[in-house]
């Protein structure tokens, strides 16, 4: 191992000459040691590798800056559209107002809504405000996604009521396919309509305002009457819920359902099939829960069937 040290040592050790020869002048000698040459040219790969390295990096920067510029742009151009697509979802608001004046028809809110659902809308609306009321550009990702979905879930109930007034108008002279007049479901009636003991229990009675059929899980459920779907989704307590306006005074309601095979905004006729029956929500088994509205009042189902 000595040796070889001394062997590299001395071979480092020794010079070399170095030999310019200009075309014109005297030429220039150079005695430089081979370690020093070693030396140089390291410094020389070091730094044009390091060079190299901070270009490339320089030239990530500058294209990484203009693709976030470029990203912002567009965001900004989302924002606007997004921006004007809400006021003229609000400007269908007024239009719906006036259209339902002219009509005769009530207002542009849900109708007839069973206790308890009416304040979750108010409170959903209330979420709704405050978001609109905030500056895009202000926005985090998640409320950005949230906007998105609030002006979607708008749309669909502007959509919902326009359908509302054109099925409105089309069948204001047939005031007998809006009222329900069929079962909708062939099960049995397990409970009735009016005050009974509470089934989770409770020795205190409850008022119960609709009818009660127990059947099997998956049987069919039907709506009794023409109409048009103003909810269908999940509702607190009631579950997978359908709720339809039939106009004229009348909804009816359909609760603790699964397979719900309609959407806001649906038009429906008499013996359409809905959903199927489960025991979705606060409930106590395989039932449907269904009730019955007119002019804002829940009235006994079984006035309406057979």
Do not use: C
């Not at 912002?72 to 609000?90: C, P, V």
């Not at 095979?261 to 606060?282: F, L, P």
């Amino acid at each position: 191992m000595r040796k070889i040290i001394n062997s590299l040592s001395r071979t480092l050790g020794e010079r070399v000459d170095i030999l310019i020869m200009p075309r014109l002048g005297s030429s220039l000698k150079f005695k430089v040691r081979i370690v020093t040459l070693i030396i140089i040219g390291l410094l020389w790969v070091t730094i044009t590798l390091g060079s190299l390295f901070f270009f490339v990096r320089g030239y990530d920067y500058h294209i990484t800056k203009a693709d976030n510029q470029l990203m912002q742009l567009k965001m900004r151009l989302i924002a606007d559209e997004l921006e004007r697509g809400r006021r003229y979802l609000d400007l269908t608001h007024t239009t719906d107002q006036q259209m339902r004046q002219m009509l005769g028809m009530p207002g542009n809110k849900l109708i007839n809504l069973p206790k308890g659902w009416e304040n979750e809308k108010e409170k959903e609306n209330l979420r709704a405000r405050e978001l609109f009321s905030k500056d895009l550009k202000d926005l985090s990702a998640e409320e950005f996604e949230s906007y998105i979905d609030t002006i979607e879930d708008h749309a669909k109930e502007r959509l919902a009521s326009f359908q509302e007034i054109a099925w409105y108008y089309a069948n204001r002279r047939e005031g007998f396919n809006s009222t329900p007049s069929i079962r909708p479901s062939s099960a049995p009636i397990s409970s009735g309509f009016g005050y009974r003991l509470d089934p989770f229990g409770r020795r205190l009675s409850k008022r119960h305002n609709g009818v009660d059929f127990a059947g099997k899980p998956d049987s069919p459920i039907v709506v009794t009457a023409d109409g048009v779907v103003r909810h269908a989704g999940w509702v607190p307590s009631y579950g997978q819920a359908i709720l339809v306006d039939h106009g004229f005074g009348y909804s009816t309601l359909y609760a603790h359902t699964t397979q719900i095979q309609v959407k806001s905004g649906d038009v429906v006729k008499r013996g359409d099939k809905i959903a199927t029956m489960g025991s979705s929500g606060h409930s106590t088994g395989t039932h449907l829960h269904y009730e019955v509205w007119k002019d804002g009042q829940a009235v006994n189902p079984r006035n309406y069937f057979k």
